[in-house]
Structures are given as C-alpha cells and as structure tokens.
C-alpha cells in the first residue's frame, strides 16, 4: 500500500499563488506517475497536472502557463506550484500516484486538500 499526505491548501485571493504538496509512504518501490486532479462541487474530478517518472509533463489547457508540476523522488513527493489563480481554480485537489509492481498498476489517492480563490 502507498499512503500520501497532501498539504498547502487554503484560501487565496485572486491573483494570488499557493503550492501543494504530497508525499508518499510505504511501499513506493515502482512509482511512475504522480499528479493532481481537482473537484469542484457538483463536477467530475478532473486531471490538472501530472508527471512521470521520465519528468514528461502535462497540464489541462485551464492551467497552462499558471501552474508547475515537479517530483522529488528521493522524498517520494509531489508539488504543485499554482500562480495567477482564479476563482475557477476553487476545488478540491487530490494527489495522484500510479504504481507499477510485478506487473500489475495501481492507483493511490490523497484525501484531498480544498483550495478556494476569493474573487
């Protein structure tokens, strides 16, 4: 199993920047892919931004030029450094792993961190 623990979500007024993080723990021997995907009330969870393990990157169209995703493999983390927000951009964003081990994918998920954008 792989636990992730997010952090850095909050409040931020439009314009405003915040950075996400997550680590993962326990068994992440075969990690690939890491990302964050997002929910807003009442919609699906959506992709925001992922990368490999390769370092290729990619973002939705929303976030382009706004947002960076980055890896620190020997800490097992994630980040996402999100500028130039906009109320749009209010959701929860849940951390993403893809493990490949003996063959076999599996996916892992935070619990979510809830970022919200005043106008």
């Known amino acids: 199993q792989v636990q992730l623990v997010e952090s850095g979500g909050g409040l931020v007024q439009a314009g405003g920047s915040l950075s996400l993080s997550c680590a993962a723990s326990g068994s992440v021997a075969g990690i690939s892919v890491m990302g964050w995907y997002r929910q807003a009330p009442g919609k699906q969870r959506d992709l925001v931004a992922r990368i490999t393990s390769g370092d290729f990157r990619n973002y939705a169209d929303s976030v382009k030029g706004r947002f960076s995703i980055s890896r620190d493999d020997a800490k097992n983390t994630v980040y996402l450094q999100m500028n130039s927000l906009k109320p749009a951009d209010t959701a929860v964003y849940y951390c993403?792993?893809?493990?490949?081990?003996?063959?076999?994918?599996?996916?892992?998920w935070g619990q979510g961190t809830q970022v919200t954008v005043s106008s």
């Open positions: 993403y792993v893809g493990r490949i081990r003996f063959g076999l994918s599996t996916d892992y």
